[in-house]
């Protein structure tokens, strides 16, 4: 079951993470479509907490970001949650820049520095399991 107070807080986070930011905001980014993005809370497979799905509707260029379901129950961590929303807000920024490109390990290291300068900005513990794209 989906807990709206988590729900809530971490739309708070990201909007004071997005109101903040001088990195990730800008008000020319070159995101395709009408800037829109549909978050849709799903059971994702595996251990997957986020994923980006970037103009997949091209006819009104629609960006949607899948978020697995356990992110959003009674005892999910809102940080975590915001924190991976951010994680894959980079990515969509990356593929506004850059659509073909391919290298991995540079998309995946911007979106934990990301990830890394949220949870400093909001005062949370900084999560990750791929400290090895993060060791600057």
């Known amino acids: ?3 709206l107070s988590i729900l809530n807080e971490v739309g708070n986070l ?28 799903r059971d994702l497979p595996g251990s997957t907490k986020g994923q980006l799905a970037p103009n997949v509707i091209t006819e009104n260029g629609l960006n949607i970001l ?6 959003f129950k ?3 961590d809102p940080a975590l949650t915001a924190g991976t929303i951010i994680h894959e807000l980079q990515h ?3 593929y506004a820049y ?4 391919n290298i991995s390990s540079l998309n995946e290291g911007l979106s934990s520095y ?3 300068d949220f949870y400093q900005t ?3 513990t900084f999560y990750t399991t791929d400290r090895d794209t993060v060791s600057w």
């Open 1 to 3: 079951d989906l807990d």
């Open 14 to 41: 990201v909007e004071t993470y997005l109101t903040t930011s001088n990195y990730l905001v800008s008000k020319n980014l070159p995101i395709q479509g009408k800037d829109t993005i549909m978050v849709v809370i």
């Open 66 to 71: 899948y978020m697995d379901i356990d992110m």
């Open 74 to 76: 009674f005892d999910a």
């Open 92 to 94: 969509l920024v990356n």
């Open 98 to 101: 850059d659509s073909t490109e």
């Open 114 to 116: 990301f990830e890394a």
């Open 122 to 124: 909001v005062g949370a």
